[in-house]
């Protein structure tokens, strides 16, 4: 799987503060066994968010695209907005099962709000951003990551997978249609 | 109660796969005293779905549709887009309650993207495309759907019921208004 | 803070049923050092209800406005889609974790409605119309109120908090940008 780590802050852009976030999401993705082929750093404008999102998604070749930062709520906060702009298919139930978990946490966790969506092929997730919130947040989301990518790459989830487990996965719900 | 039971997917369209969920669905709301005034089978269209619902809402004589199947990530996944499309009022609470019970069984839960919506005074809910499925997501809303489709028609949903009863609902935050 | 209370309701407006949900309100934003600054019943109008709002917001000098009634699926409750008119930013997480909390107290909850989100700096929240609901959901949000207020008008939400303490809320992901 190719993704794209993406860092959304104008402190970071401005060079004003180290981003701590990308380097700790990289990590994680690289110990999933995901290949990161982009890095960047994006300041809080919206229309420079979605143009970065939509240039990956439709020709970056990621198949994956995390963003980390703009998710609350200072004036500067609009990586949800941006997000909405360019997708065409919303997953309200990984939006909810991170908040879900964060809010075991905390009560702050519901003041997060980002968004999950498809561009066409694409995944795009919208990740808080701090290192701490990237690695809970990834947790929640990486077992379903790569059934989710196939599955929007009209693959089958179960190519090359014994049968008696590809059975039991669809017993689970997941390979309904 | 009159519900009509929808199953969404081109290949028991084609009559390449039997429709397990239909059935399923059909037995469940008998057993809980629901009327089922329609089945139908329709391709992953979503201008078709959508129209189905429509016709199914405004002149169909139905208080509750149910679809089944077309929730998930693969290109031709649409219903939920079909849905919103149609209906005037949306029910975020009907679409986390199933998608939270669901979590507890399989992370693959947070992939579903099912709506449950009304359309004037039509309930609208979305389920996956699979009996196990079916059945679980039912469970979630049974307890609260006569109660639902009754609010939506301007009925007192307390009507005919013990005051003592009534009077508990009330207290259980279920009567205001 | 300076917060609105404002009751929907047809009956409390026409004045055929008291307005209990306003003064219970007020009652705990008070208890909790908010200046209640205006409070209000209007009908069941979604325009009129999405002026006040704006008007509220724009001039009223409100950091916060909560609704009460109208959340539910009468024909007559339209204050969501109101609210959905007038906000620029949506938070599904206090929505979710406001239903999530209910939830728990009764199945009837995933029939509420309500949205939360921001129209500029003015943090804007649906509760149902019960006192017991009022409470219910005040509980829910009251340890973030303050934190999101203060986000939204680009204040640092930590100025004047023990440094120590304001660490332990940055690691606790809610400080993050």
Same mark, same amino acid.
């Given at each position: 799987?190719? &993704? &794209? *780590?993406?860092?959304?802050?104008?402190?970071?852009?401005?060079?004003? @503060?180290?981003?701590?976030? %990308? $380097?700790?999401?990289?990590?994680?993705?690289?110990?999933?066994?995901?290949?990161?082929? /982009?890095? &960047?750093?994006?300041?809080?404008?919206?229309?420079?968010? *979605? *143009?970065?999102?939509?240039?990956?998604?439709?020709? !970056? !070749?990621?198949?994956?695209?995390?963003?980390? %930062?703009?998710?609350?709520? =200072?004036? @500067?906060?609009?990586?949800?907005?941006?997000?909405?702009?360019?997708?065409? /298919? @919303?997953? $309200?139930?990984?939006?909810?099962?991170?908040?879900? +978990?964060?809010?075991?946490?905390? $009560?702050? &966790?519901?003041?997060?709000?980002?968004?999950?969506? *498809?561009? !066409?092929?694409?995944?795009?997730?919208?990740?808080? %951003?701090?290192? /701490?919130?990237?690695? +809970?947040?990834?947790?929640?989301?990486?077992?379903?990551?790569?059934? #989710?990518?196939?599955?929007? @790459?009209? +693959?089958?989830?179960?190519? %090359?997978?014994?049968?008696? =487990?590809?059975?039991?996965?669809?017993?689970?719900? #997941?390979?309904?249609?």
């Amino acid at each position: 799987m190719n &993704a &794209a *780590a993406i860092t959304v802050s104008d402190r970071s852009f401005r060079g004003e @503060r180290p981003d701590a976030s %990308g $380097p700790a999401l990289k990590a994680l993705l690289e110990a999933a066994g995901v290949t990161v082929v /982009k890095t &960047a750093i994006v300041p809080d404008e919206p229309a420079l968010i *979605a *143009a970065v999102l939509r240039q990956l998604a439709d020709e !970056g !070749g990621c198949e994956l695209i995390v963003t980390m %930062g703009g998710t609350g709520l =200072s004036p @500067r906060d609009t990586t949800p907005e941006a997000t909405c702009q360019v997708i065409d /298919k @919303r997953l $309200p139930g990984m939006e909810e099962a991170i908040r879900q +978990e964060s809010l075991k946490k905390t $009560p702050f &966790a519901m003041l997060s709000r980002g968004i999950v969506g *498809a561009r !066409g092929r694409t995944l795009i997730l919208n990740f808080p %951003g701090s290192p /701490k919130a990237v690695k +809970e947040c990834f947790a929640v989301v990486q077992p379903v990551l790569s059934h #989710a990518v196939k599955l929007l @790459r009209d +693959e089958d989830p179960y190519a %090359g997978v014994h049968p008696a =487990s590809a059975a039991h996965h669809a017993r689970s719900g #997941a390979a309904h249609d």
